[in-house]
Structures are given as structure tokens and as C-alpha cells.
């Protein structure tokens, strides 16, 4: 139970920070690229939109993926010590 609230918890906030950052890129003259009627205008804003956000799923998985790294390695250590003991 513990785990799927975590899962539910991230996913919300993977919802929350992809809106902030799409309206905050609307807001901020991103509706010029939609609105123009371009159709590259129109891509390239979306390009903007899902890289952005990819970016920062990535990032914070590989912050993540580095903690974890270091978790192994220290558990390594610690089965050592005490395999040599």
C-alpha cells in the first residue's frame, strides 16, 4: 500500500510540474507559436513543451539513479567488513 501511494505521489506531481511548465510557457508568449497558424510554429512548440519536460524526468531520474549507486556501493563495503570479521 505504502508503494502505490509513492507511485500515485509521483505521478501527481509529474501532472503538476507538466502544467505548471505549460502554462508558464503559454503565458510567457508561448501562444504566439500555437496561435500563428504555422504549422512549424506549431511543432516547434510542442518540441519545446515535451523536451522541457523530458529533460526534467530525466534529471531527476538520474539524480536518483546516482543515490542509488552510492547506496550499492556502500552496502558492498559494509558485506566486506563484515565477511572479513
Do not use: C, P
Not at 510542442?46 to 539513479?65: K, Q
Amino acid at each position: 500500500m505504502k508503494n502505490k501511494l509513492k507511485y500515485v505521489l509521483k505521478y501527481a506531481l509529474s501532472v503538476v510540474l507538466s502544467f505548471v511548465f505549460i502554462y508558464l510557457f503559454v503565458f510567457f508568449g508561448g501562444y504566439k507559436l500555437f496561435e500563428s497558424g504555422d504549422v512549424i510554429l506549431q511543432e516547434l512548440g510542442v518540441s519545446v513543451v515535451i523536451g522541457s519536460i523530458l529533460f526534467v524526468v530525466f534529471e531527476f531520474f538520474n539524480t536518483h539513479s546516482k543515490e542509488i549507486q552510492q547506496l550499492e556501493e556502500r552496502i558492498s563495503e559494509l558485506e566486506e567488513k563484515s565477511n572479513k570479521s
